[in-house]
């Protein structure tokens, strides 16, 4: 039976047996679990980082982005989690999943270079030294 539904619970840990319909949101441990809405009963792990999933809070209520997609189990199922509300995508294909893993992909690189941009401004060549160093060439060149 495919959920409609959602509702979130906030935990500080994750409770052993998980209740279906249930989005369990531990903000500690940034990460929250739930049963595949499907009712195929696996388990959704979707931790909450820059580059995994943002949860987004109004209210009662909670969104999910991007989209779960469980390419990796049987029932393949794709679907968005908004204002508890669980949206279904059609079924995916192949080339759809090969595209959106291709996205987190560029997503994970792109954090990693915005990360490397912010290095401290010790590790980065000074200015000054480029400035002296062209003072000597051209004082002694
Ligand atoms: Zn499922």
Redesign the pocket.
């Known amino acids: 039976m495919r959920y409609t539904t959602i509702a979130p619970r906030f935990v500080e840990a994750i409770p052993d047996r998980l209740e279906d319909g249930v989005l369990y949101i531990s903000e500690r441990y940034g990460t929250a679990i739930h049963k595949?809405?499907?009712?195929?009963?696996?388990e959704?792990v979707t931790p909450l980082t820059p580059v995994d999933w943002r949860l987004h809070r109004r209210g009662d209520t909670v969104s999910l982005s991007p989209s779960i997609g469980?390419w990796n189990?049987?029932?393949?199922?794709h679907y968005w989690i908004r204002a508890n509300r669980v949206l279904w995508a059609g079924a995916i294909s192949e080339r759809e999943i090969a595209m959106v893993k291709a996205r987190d992909k560029a997503a994970i690189e792109a954090y990693v270079e915005a990360t490397n941009h912010r290095k401290p401004e010790s590790v980065q060549k000074p200015s000054w030294l480029t400035w002296v160093m062209q003072k000597i060439r051209r004082w002694f060149g």
Not at 36 to 42: A, W
């Open positions: 595949c809405c499907c009712g195929c009963g696996e959704v469980n189990y049987a029932c393949r199922s």
